[in-house]
């Protein structure tokens, strides 16, 4: 999966390579880059609500390619810094709840039926299942762990959902992305499992090897056990 999302990504910045060097030369300040992909994925909420649903998938591919263009600029100019890494993060979150708010809506009209119904709980699980996503990395990384492992990231939710958006809208009664959000709401919850895993792998016995670190018991997270 690394691999692939690897070349696939490599593919991409070549792809748009001339448009970031015009960002880096222009100096574009990456934060700038984070808003404007934060409200171009917030726009696809409408669009779900709205059922064009294409135009909803388009936005959200448009909105992902900001992450690769704020990293890309903020490296490249020197402009990157911890607060732009936290303001990114945050919108990213932001966005993706925004998102699954409008695939609520979009099952939950007056149109729905049993089925519709029933995608509501999966949509929940889906967007559960992604902010835990983050929440455990974070979490990993309060204690000097890196936790990017897991087979559902949000590059792969973002492609997921706006492929399918845009390329079957809602042909036959929006099947495709009705299995994509079957798919998102096993797989994000199983990334969780993977990374609840990986931790607990990586934190027992104290000081086993983390990559190249070595783990240790943070002094916060020493008192607490003591107590």
Same mark, same amino acid.
């Given at each position: 999966?690394?691999?692939?999302?690897?070349?696939?990504?490599?593919?991409?910045?070549?792809?748009?390579?001339?448009?970031?060097?015009?960002?880096?030369?222009?100096?574009?300040?990456?934060?700038?880059?984070?808003? #404007? $992909?934060?409200?171009? &994925?917030?726009?696809?909420?409408?669009?779900?609500?709205?059922?064009?649903?294409?135009? /909803?998938? !388009? =936005?959200?591919?448009?909105?992902?390619?900001?992450?690769?263009?704020?990293?890309?600029?903020?490296?490249?100019?020197?402009?990157?810094?911890?607060?732009?890494?936290?303001?990114?993060?945050?919108?990213?979150?932001?966005?993706?709840?925004?998102?699954?708010?409008?695939?609520?809506?979009?099952?939950?009209?007056?149109?729905?039926?049993?089925?519709?119904?029933?995608?509501?709980?999966?949509?929940?699980?889906?967007?559960?299942?992604?902010?835990?996503?983050?929440?455990?990395?974070?979490?990993?990384?309060? #204690? $000097?762990?890196?936790? &990017?492992?897991?087979?559902?990231?949000?590059?792969?939710?973002?492609?997921?959902?706006? /492929?399918? !958006? =845009?390329?079957?809208?809602?042909?036959?009664?929006?099947?495709?992305?009705?299995?994509?959000?079957?798919?998102?709401?096993?797989?994000?919850?199983?990334?969780?499992?993977?990374?609840?895993?990986?931790?607990?792998?990586?934190?027992?016995?104290?000081?086993?090897?983390?990559?190249?670190?070595?783990?240790?018991?943070?002094?916060?997270?020493?008192?607490?056990?003591?107590?």
């Amino acid at each position: 999966m690394k691999t692939l999302r690897a070349t696939l990504e490599r593919g991409l910045r070549k792809a748009v390579s001339p448009v970031i060097n015009w960002m880096v030369d222009a100096r574009v300040h990456p934060n700038t880059l984070s808003t #404007l $992909g934060f409200l171009i &994925t917030c726009s696809s909420g409408f669009f779900f609500h709205s059922h064009n649903v294409r135009t /909803a998938g !388009a =936005l959200i591919l448009v909105g992902g390619m900001f992450d690769l263009f704020d990293g890309t600029v903020a490296r490249r100019t020197g402009l990157a810094s911890p607060f732009g890494a936290f303001y990114d993060s945050t919108l990213d979150r932001l966005s993706e709840i925004i998102v699954y708010i409008g695939l609520l809506s979009l099952y939950n009209d007056y149109r729905a039926d049993a089925n519709d119904v029933v995608m509501i709980y999966v949509v929940i699980l889906a967007m559960a299942g992604s902010l835990m996503i983050s929440y455990t990395r974070a979490r990993a990384e309060a #204690l $000097g762990i890196d936790c &990017t492992v897991g087979i559902m990231q949000r590059a792969e939710r973002v492609v997921l959902i706006g /492929a399918a !958006a =845009l390329l079957f809208g809602e042909q036959n009664n929006g099947a495709v992305l009705r299995v994509v959000l079957w798919g998102l709401a096993i797989l994000t919850n199983l990334t969780v499992l993977q990374r609840i895993v990986w931790v607990y792998r990586n934190t027992r016995p104290e000081g086993v090897a983390v990559g190249k670190a070595v783990w240790r018991t943070p002094e916060w997270l020493r008192r607490k056990l003591d107590k």
